[in-house]
């Protein structure tokens, strides 16, 4: 659903199709999963509990819906198939937050939920709850008519769902260092009990943790890894930056390696292997394998709209990959690149390849880090491509894996200064 769609009333999401985007049905909705926070915020939508034909509930994250239509959900075809646990900080919508009995904040009359709706904020991907429709008198189940008057609320005039300031341990740590940015929360996490830190670790979603988990510093890294069964660790490392968590796997012993490999989708699994092979100092060490890949007869309007992606970084947005079938690395023939300022001034119907860089000669895979930082440097760039001697786009290094990589080895334990204390205790 875009930016700005109407709401969605979770009843009507009940039961509703999941397609594939070739149109094959993959299951259907039979739950909503949210995270509750402090206060009156409202929650966040964090996926879907989806039933397959074989009947096994798993989890869809929001992030791998492309859309919601009339009486069906499209993703993007890309599945976790492992069975939905619930984790601590999560709610299951139909399950325990529908037919549940709060308060009217300005009157202090009890009333029953019989729906909520969700929707998703404006320019960005997250998705919220934010009203509540109640009904006043006795209790009645959200699916059949009750005696009172029914209204729909704002999520802050009711009380009864937040969690409570104190006691919640684990919950009432995280909901406090939500709004934190991942390189802040990691650096709390750092100075927090191996205990508490597990604790935290452990209910952090996937995309969350894999963010915090980039900003740790490598010993940190390998005790929560080690901490969480082996099934999520592999989600975990599917959900980091394919060069970060190479890095993190290559520091684990080889038979670990290999469990956790083995527990991951083949694409990413292969990807990690081929990072591995890399010397750690070196482009191909350093390179994402995730750049913006584009084929010739796109248009500077389809480069424009994969650049918008919010889930990439601004340096791996700051420019286009210019490739011949296929267009997923390791590529066909590297054309050039298309800086993103080029293509702001480029008629949207343009093809972009007919305004390449190509003059810009591409990093050898095995250049050491020395002549990477000063290619960077030399040229002003923030992202640049690896090419193979066949003439291939293996990936793209970005500025801040160089600066990481020429930074002392404990600068994330001495560099990080947070604007604002935040309580810490826990053994």
Not at 127 to 148: N, T
Not at 157 to 183: D, H, I, K, Y
Request: hydrophobic share 40%; charged share 30%.
């Amino acid at each position: 659903m875009a930016a700005g769609a109407p709401r969605i009333f979770v009843s009507h999401l009940q039961g509703v199709a999941v397609f594939d985007p070739a149109g094959d049905q993959v299951g259907r909705v039979r739950d909503l999963v949210v995270m509750l926070r402090v206060g009156q915020r409202p929650p966040r939508l964090l996926g879907l509990v989806v039933e397959l034909a074989t009947r096994r509930r798993i989890f869809l994250p929001m992030t791998r819906v492309t859309a919601i239509q009339s009486g069906q959900i499209i993703t993007t075809g890309v599945l976790n198939v492992r069975r939905f646990e619930q984790r601590p900080t999560e709610r299951l919508v139909f399950g325990e937050l529908l037919d549940r009995r709060v308060t009217l904040t300005e009157t202090g009359e009890d009333v029953t939920v019989l729906d909520l709706s969700v929707h998703q904020l404006p320019a960005r991907r997250e998705w919220e709850i934010d009203r509540v429709f109640v009904r006043k008198g006795r209790k009645g189940s959200a699916f059949r008519r009750a005696k009172g008057e029914a209204l729909t609320v704002e999520w802050t005039a009711v009380t009864g769902f937040s969690l409570e300031e104190q006691g919640q341990g684990a919950e009432n740590l995280l909901a406090t260092f939500e709004q934190l940015r991942p390189a802040d929360l990691a650096n709390v996490l750092h100075h927090l009990s191996s205990k508490r830190r597990a604790e935290v670790a452990a209910a952090l979603d996937d995309e969350r943790l894999a963010d915090v988990l980039e900003e740790l510093p490598e010993d940190d890294q390998i005790e929560i890894l080690g901490k969480l069964k082996e099934e999520r660790a592999a989600d975990v490392l599917e959900a980091m930056d394919p060069d970060d968590a190479a890095d993190l796997l290559g520091e684990l012993p080889t038979d670990e390696q290999e469990r956790l490999l083995s527990l991951m989708q083949p694409s990413d699994a292969a990807d990690m292997r081929r990072l591995m092979s890399y010397e750690d100092r070196t482009a191909g060490g350093l390179m994402t394998t995730e750049p913006i890949v584009l084929r010739p007869d796109a248009t500077v309007a389809d480069a424009l709209a994969r650049v918008r992606n919010a889930d990439l970084s601004p340096a791996l947005a700051a420019q286009v990959y210019v490739c011949r079938p296929p267009d997923e690395t390791p590529t066909g023939k590297y054309l050039g690149t298309v800086h993103f300022q080029r293509l702001l001034r480029e008629p949207p119907p343009s093809l972009v390849s007919s305004i390449l860089d190509s003059d810009l000669q591409p990093l050898d895979p095995e250049a050491e880090l020395p002549a990477v930082a000063g290619f960077f440097a030399t040229y002003d760039m923030v992202a640049a491509p690896v090419v193979d001697e066949a003439g291939a786009l293996l990936g793209a290094v970005t500025v801040d894996d160089v600066l990481d990589h020429m930074l002392p080895e404990d600068w994330r334990e001495t560099e990080f200064h947070l604007d604002e204390e935040v309580a810490t205790d826990g053994s």
